[in-house]
């Protein structure tokens, strides 16, 4: 608590109440923190349950919208630590700083800044068209997505060792972003294919929204959501897993070379408040979005609160309707998959085929339980 007060005149996102749609953010006095509304404690739930029951909870009312839950385990000395903002007011990279900024024992990291290129003309295109073909219905996918009301939102995550993607990336000279998104996409097409329904008509790709943030050494703690993203045809349907790669390497490699990130941020600054909000809306609605699938990579970081960090994750509250929500977090030499899903999907054990696919891709066999209790024979 104490940490907490000290650091958070520098952070002024946790200041920031709530701000209505469309309106622009303008920073404000630095706030009183409320121990009870702002610091809380989760002791009833365990560390596996601990992250469904953090994404049930609403955030706090009548005040700067963010909160920081801690749950200890019985045995063993660990503890989970979940910071939570709301998205008008940061995006994961901006409370990635923050949290770091309050946990850590020593002088805080600083996160990667993204570097800022000029915008292609063929980049900025692509976005104008997006935004065409949402409001044409042109991207409703075929399949219903939306969730019916009351569809609780489930949470299954797995890690690997981030050398084993590293060297997947390496040998198939792409991003290790790339070789998590199609390791995803062949978890999917294993995942349709062991169910008793499971057939080629289910092996439908479907796009999901990739965002990429655009805060640079002079935005890394301004307010609001620093971000770009486009569209990437998950390769369900792809044959193998080498397939997949390449499918998703082809389109990844088409958003960097036009620099839809520089593309796209260029015109939420020329455009009015309103105008980008409704844009942004339309674009990564739930209507139009199956899934979000986001990553993040936290620098290498000492001893926070005393403990040494073993990993993380980010969530998202699937608010609106929105069906699954899927990270990738890189943090202290591992990658972890994390997937926030409508119950109706029972999509619980996907993470864990998704880590089964990196570590057959190594051809090194393992058998072991997964996270959610499944036995994986892996040979």
Request: glycine letters at 8%; aromatic letters at 6%; a positive charge.
């Amino acid at each position: 608590m104490a940490r907490v007060s000290e650091r958070l005149g520098s952070l002024p996102a946790l200041w920031q109440l709530r701000p209505e749609p469309g309106q622009r953010l303008r920073p404000v006095a630095a706030a009183r923190l409320d121990p009870v509304a702002h610091v809380r404690w989760a002791g009833g739930h365990g560390l596996s349950a601990f992250p469904e029951a953090v994404l049930a909870e609403p955030l706090p009312a009548g005040g700067p919208a963010w909160d920081l839950w801690c749950v200890p385990e019985r045995e063993g000395g660990r503890f989970q630590v979940a910071f939570r903002i709301h998205h008008a007011v940061h995006d994961g990279m901006g409370a990635a700083h923050d949290l770091l900024t309050l946990l850590c024992d020593d002088v805080p990291p600083l996160l990667r800044p993204m570097e800022r290129k000029r915008p292609t003309i063929t980049g900025c295109a692509a976005v104008v068209k997006d935004l065409a073909r949402a409001l044409t219905g042109e991207l409703r996918p075929r399949t219903n997505y939306l969730s019916h009301p009351g569809d609780p939102v489930r949470w299954a995550w797995e890690e690997v060792p981030e050398s084993i993607v590293r060297e997947a990336a390496r040998s198939a000279r792409c991003t290790k972003n790339d070789i998590c998104l199609a390791a995803f996409a062949w978890a999917l097409r294993w995942d349709a294919a062991r169910t008793a329904a499971g057939g080629n008509a289910r092996h439908r790709d479907f796009d999901a929204v990739i965002p990429m943030s655009t805060r640079d050494a002079r935005s890394r703690t301004v307010l609001g959501n620093q971000l770009a993203a486009y569209r990437l045809r998950l390769p369900v349907s792809a044959g193998s897993f080498e397939e997949a790669v390449d499918r998703v390497v082809a389109q990844s490699q088409v958003a960097r070379s036009h620099r839809r990130r520089d593309a796209t941020r260029r015109l939420l600054e020329l455009s009015p408040t309103p105008v980008g909000a409704w844009a942004s809306r339309v674009l990564m609605g739930p209507c139009t979005t199956p899934m979000i699938a986001s990553s993040l990579t936290f620098p290498a970081v000492g001893p926070c609160l005393g403990a040494r960090l073993l990993g993380a994750s980010m969530m998202y509250s699937l608010a609106g309707g929105l069906r699954s929500y899927l990270s990738f977090t890189r943090a202290q030499g591992v990658v972890r998959c994390g997937l926030a899903h409508r119950a109706s999907w029972r999509a619980d054990g996907v993470p864990a085929l998704w880590r089964r696919v990196l570590v057959q891709s190594r051809g090194h066999p393992e058998r072991r339980p997964g996270h959610n209790g499944e036995l994986l024979d892996e040979a």
